[in-house]
């Protein structure tokens, strides 16, 4: 067996450079006993991934497999823990046949073999340890079908030694070596700067009204796991009334968080946008996290603009990409727009809207119980019902050339001071003093049937792939399993008395804070020599938009990006025809709905800043699709302020 060289774990992180490379670069001898024969592999770690080679007694490779790092999320090492009933009895004794210890005082002989026997004595004093790595991978069904992201667990079982601290050592070894790996990949943000390669703490809000009302099963069964398993540190908070979100993040401190994820829909999003904003101090904060989304409401326009924008698989599993997304370690600048009325100012990451899409958003939540297909409900009663709006737009035309732009990400040199936050995870404080670092020694409950797989016959799950063991072992252990078994951590009311407040909220009018304007007043005219164009008339619509993805199925604007310092503006004027108009809204869908040149009816413009002056006194408008004061008010792009998390 090959042994790669031991690693200090104390050293402080720093820029990977060859020598560590090779320091965290382990290899070794893995092989299976199986009734088609035993195989040998050989099993390497590195800045790539995990490399399983199959080879032949000669040591030439038959087969390879490659599990990435950038599908890799965390491992465990774990001791198996024996449950009474499988240390009572032989694996293979069926239901109604007398137990052995039955059967020997009858002197009736045992249906077990020697062998069995043999094995399950092992069993009872067994010292192996496991590594178990969780891993994400993209997978195709079949040739038609879409990728997808597959749950993986691969199993190392080490049991080279006779006793399991020395086993465990050396799964530990491995272990750290994987941690250090996936530490580098992550951006200095979203990791400590100091002491051992770990993760920063995650700030989660949960709005339990969003879509459907189903936020907090979502969390607890979809997201918590995936938490777990990349032992990301979070706090949760659950709303519990509107604009929480917006106080929460003007009022509370900060620095223990690199992360604020919003489980919810486009509305708690937008809220947390806001709060951050009215701050004081929003300059350094929005430089020092970074934000993410779970999409559980009807809309969920963002998650699906940055599903799309990276190539990533989103209508397979929605929620699980979005959870991966937060905990990538990779963030991109986003663009937010700047919107002022007559009474306050506020700020959106996704759209604007007058007409006939902000009626049927708004209009709709009478039938909420529909989820997204309400909108299609309302479409078509609103194309029966079609309305037009008289007004006036003007802009500022975009820079045709413009690139999308980047910003510096900057470190926070303030000291952790929160101290009353708690974690949500499962196995790792718990074990803070443990000589295995964030390691468990005894395997969960989930995980008993997995292991039984070696000596008995287990329907429940079913191995995808050929297994894998450390060198002196005799029975297979590495299993592709599709689902475990997770519990809720703690209620509610353990997370409604945390995290101090900081006072960073002023009294004073929340104009002073946030990005200032360069636009002249709302009641000021605008002059044409600055470059202000008009369109003005009845209208059908106007619907301004910066990011690709209005909804889950509606691709609004293909061009834009996330910070490309640009927002899409589309006018769809009066006495357009009603199949005119049906075709617009059915190819929405595809992003084929916008006319290559503007026409008479629609146009499609790339602006840096519009003013819309409604003439009626009626109407909707709508800002990330919540309703707002219905009047003027004018809009601008402010390139790059935000950051937000992208896939990896």
Request: one cysteine or more; charged letters at 25%.
């Amino acid at each position: 067996m090959n042994k790669s060289q031991e690693r200090s774990t104390d050293s402080a992180i720093s820029t990977p450079n060859k020598a560590d490379d090779d320091l965290h670069n382990v290899s070794d001898t893995f092989y299976t006993s199986q009734r088609k024969g035993s195989h040998v592999f050989r099993v390497r770690l590195d800045a790539t991934g995990f490399t399983l080679q199959r080879e032949s007694p000669s040591g030439v490779t038959i087969k390879e497999q490659k599990v990435k790092i950038c599908d890799i999320i965390g491992a465990r090492c774990m001791r198996m823990k024996k449950s009474p009933r499988n240390l009572t009895g032989c694996a293979c004794v069926n239901p109604g046949t007398p137990a052995a210890g039955s059967s020997r005082k009858s002197g009736t002989p045992s249906k077990c073999s020697m062998a069995s026997k043999e094995e399950h004595m092992t069993d009872m004093g067994d010292g192996s340890a496991y590594l178990y790595l969780f891993a994400y991978v993209l997978k195709k069904k079949s040739l038609r079908s879409s990728l997808h992201r597959e749950r993986t667990v691969l199993t190392l079982r080490f049991r080279s030694f006779d006793t399991f601290e020395d086993n465990m050592r050396e799964a530990d070894r491995w272990y750290r070596a994987l941690r250090w790996q996936l530490h580098q990949t992550l951006e200095p943000l979203f990791a400590e700067s100091v002491g051992e390669p770990r993760r920063r703490r995650l700030l989660v809000l949960l709005n339990p009204k969003s879509g459907s009302g189903n936020a907090r099963e979502v969390f607890n069964t979809n997201v918590a796991p995936v938490l777990n398993e990349a032992e990301v540190p979070y706090d949760l908070f659950v709303t519990k009334h509107s604009n929480y979100a917006i106080e929460f993040m003007s009022t509370r401190r900060l620095d223990d968080w690199c992360t604020i994820l919003a489980v919810g829909g486009d509305g708690l999003f937008h809220e947390i946008i806001n709060g951050l904003l009215c701050r004081a101090d929003w300059a350094q904060v929005m430089d020092n996290i970074a934000l993410a989304i779970v999409p559980c409401g009807s809309g969920n326009g963002l998650a699906r603009s940055i599903a799309h924008g990276y190539n990533e698989p989103y209508f397979s599993n929605p929620v699980l990409g979005a959870s991966l997304t937060a905990i990538s370690g990779r963030s991109s600048p986003m663009d937010v727009v700047r919107v002022e009325t007559e009474n306050r100012v506020m700020f959106s990451f996704l759209s604007i809207g007058w007409g006939l899409i902000s009626d049927v958003d708004i209009e709709s939540e009478c039938i909420r119980m529909f989820g997204y297909q309400r909108f299609t409900i309302w479409t078509l009663y609103r194309l029966a019902n079609l309305r037009t709006y008289s007004g006036k737009i003007s802009y500022l035309l975009a820079e045709e050339a413009q690139e999308p732009l980047a910003t510096p990400l900057l470190q926070s040199e303030q000291l952790r001071r929160m101290q009353s936050s708690r974690s949500c995870t499962m196995h790792i404080d718990k074990l803070s003093n443990s000589s295995y670092h964030r390691s468990t020694e005894f395997l969960p409950q989930e995980f008993e049937d997995v292991i039984s797989l070696e000596t008995s016959i287990n329907q429940s799950f079913r191995s995808r792939c050929d297994s894998w063991l450390s060198g002196g072992s005799r029975r297979s252990c590495y299993y592709s399993i599709s689902e475990s078994v997770y519990h809720s951590v703690a209620d509610d009311s353990e997370f409604t008395e945390q995290s101090s407040t900081a006072g960073i909220k002023s009294e004073q009018n929340p104009h002073n804070f946030g990005p200032s304007s360069s636009l002249p007043g709302l009641d000021k005219p605008l002059s044409e020599d600055a470059g202000w164009l008009v369109e003005e008339g009845k209208f059908i619509m106007m619907h301004a938009i910066y990011q690709s993805h209005l909804g889950v199925d509606c691709h609004f604007a293909p061009k834009a990006q996330l910070n490309d310092g640009k927002i899409f503006l589309v006018l769809i004027r009066g006495g357009i025809s009603r199949p005119h108009l049906l075709s617009f809204l059915y190819n929405m869908s595809t992003g084929s709905h916008l006319p290559e040149k503007n026409n008479e009816y629609i146009k499609v413009l790339q602006v840096r800043a519009f003013r819309l002056e409604p003439h009626d006194d009626h109407g909707i408008i709508t800002v990330d699709g919540e309703q707002i004061e219905f009047g003027p008010l004018q809009a601008e792009i402010l390139p790059g302020i935000s950051r937000v998390m992208i896939p990896k």
